[in-house]
Each structure stands twice: as C-alpha cells, then as structure tokens.
C-alpha cells in the first residue's frame, strides 16, 4: 500500500510560480495514476490533472492547461506539479492522489483514487 506525501504549497503573487511533490512511501508509483485535485473554501473538490506512471501520459484540467506541468521522477519515486503563471483563482488545498484501476474516461473522478496525500495550501495572492 502506497502512501503519499506532499510538500511544496505556499503563497505567493499572482502570475508566480510554484511547484508541488508527491513522494510514495512504503511502495513505488508503479502502475498508477498519479493525480493532482484541488479544494477551494466553499467549492468542491476538482480534478487538475494526471499522470500514467509507466506511460508518461499526462492530463490536465482545461482550467490550468498551458500553466502547469505535471512529471514524474522515477528514482526519486516523486510525481510533481509545477505550476506557472498563477492565478489568484488558483489558490486552494492541492491534494495529490494516487490508483492503480482507473481508465482513460474517469481519471479525472477524485472518488474513484484509493490512496491520498494530505493536501497542501496554495495561496495566490492579486
């Protein structure tokens, strides 16, 4: 069983940037989905974006699409996201999540990932 652990949030001015780690402990990345989702105060929960472990393939929200980048390391066994060009709208708990069963249609379903981070704040400030 992977657990995940996150680092990297704080706050910083609108059009900065960011960059946020997942790191799997007790286990590899290996066959999963490694996504990133946020929550904003009074919102729900939303998908930004995904990465197939093996394959490289990555997926982004069309909200942050052109303004992050999500990677992996495999030595480091670290997914992580940078995030340029941030928007006050931007400023939320990320929360990195990780499965080994989902398709190309949900990976964008939060309840569907098993194994999560315990979130990190994100402050954008205008």
């Known amino acids: 069983q992977v657990q995940l652990v996150e680092s990297g949030g704080g706050t910083v001015q609108a059009g900065g940037s960011l960059r946020l780690s997942c790191a799997a402990s007790?286990?590899?990345?290996?066959?999963?989905?490694v996504g990133w989702f946020r929550q904003a105060p009074g919102k729900e929960r939303e998908f930004v974006a995904t990465?197939?472990?093996?394959?490289?393939?990555?997926y982004y929200a069309d909200s942050v699409k052109g303004r992050f980048t999500i990677s992996r390391d495999n030595a480091k066994k670290t997914v992580y996201l940078q995030m340029n060009g941030l928007k006050p709208e931007d400023t939320a708990v990320y929360y990195c999540?990780?499965?080994?069963?989902?398709?190309?249609?949900?990976?964008?379903?939060?309840?569907?990932?098993?194994?999560w981070g315990q979130g990190t704040q994100v402050t954008v400030s205008s």
């Open positions: 007790g286990g590899t990345f290996s066959g999963y989905w």
């Open positions: 999540a990780a499965d080994r069963g989902l398709i190309l249609s949900t990976y964008h379903r939060g309840e569907l990932y098993d194994y």
């Open positions: 990465i197939r472990w093996n394959a490289g393939y990555s």
